[in-house]
């Protein structure tokens, strides 16, 4: 756990705001909706679906939705909708939000309940003449059985190099079965066209805790 802490990796995305998680909450009646799929040279998959909405200027609602199967046809998969809240000033230099969720979590044939919380901390910032933000997104998954709790702490390092191109680096940290599980996953955006759409493509590399290196394509949309 202390090394879980000791970990702690700011991110930093570029452009306008935050597109996934991160302490910035949606606008009242603004969305956001994202999607990704994840393939290894093993042929392990799996996929993600990511939404936000804002209910209120001080409210967003969300779900979080992960499904994988690896080579051996072993199958996890996790799903949580969530509230998020504000815990600092619209105006102020650092972000704080928390979120509260429900849901669940599988592993091959065993579904269980989840119960999640988890505290988020960000910032704008400007490197040369190019801006972005810094953020640290945490968490605490808690299944209601013989799964495992999960501790995840997630970082992102962007730059925006013009209107349709940015770069993000991002490294996603998880505890669970009393192993740490590092992934570094640097990737590139496109924003075609009026930018509603926005392109990802990028790798997942493992740096601890074993695995192979996955090969991402993500779409996010604004809506």
Do not use: C
Not at 14 to 34: I, T
């Amino acid at each position: 756990m202390t090394r879980v802490i000791a970990l702690a990796t700011i991110l930093l995305l570029a452009g306008v705001q935050m597109a996934l998680a991160g302490p910035w909450l949606r606008e009242k009646g603004k969305g956001f909706a994202a999607g990704s799929f994840n393939v290894t040279r093993e042929k392990d998959t799996a996929g993600s679906a990511y939404l936000e909405y804002g209910l209120r200027d001080n409210l967003t609602i969300g779900a979080d939705i992960f499904y994988g199967i690896d080579r051996t046809l072993q199958q996890s998969g996790s799903g949580i909708v969530f509230l998020r809240f504000p815990l600092s000033a619209p105006d102020a230099t650092h972000k704080w939000a928390w979120h509260a969720g429900l849901g669940a979590r599988s592993q091959n044939t065993v579904i269980a309940p989840a119960v999640e919380a988890g505290l988020s901390w960000g910032r704008g910032i400007k490197i040369g003449e190019r801006y972005g933000w810094a953020v640290v997104d945490s968490s605490i998954n808690i299944p209601g059985s013989t799964l495992e709790t999960r501790i995840k702490l997630d970082g992102t390092i962007g730059l925006g190099f013009n209107d349709h191109w940015k770069g993000m680096v991002q490294v996603f940290m998880t505890h669970q079965n009393a192993d740490i599980f590092t992934k570094f996953a640097p990737s590139v955006l496109i924003l075609p066209g009026k930018g509603k759409y926005t392109l990802q493509i990028g790798m997942e590399v493992p740096v601890n805790g074993g695995g192979d290196t996955e090969f991402k394509l993500g779409i996010w949309r604004d809506f």
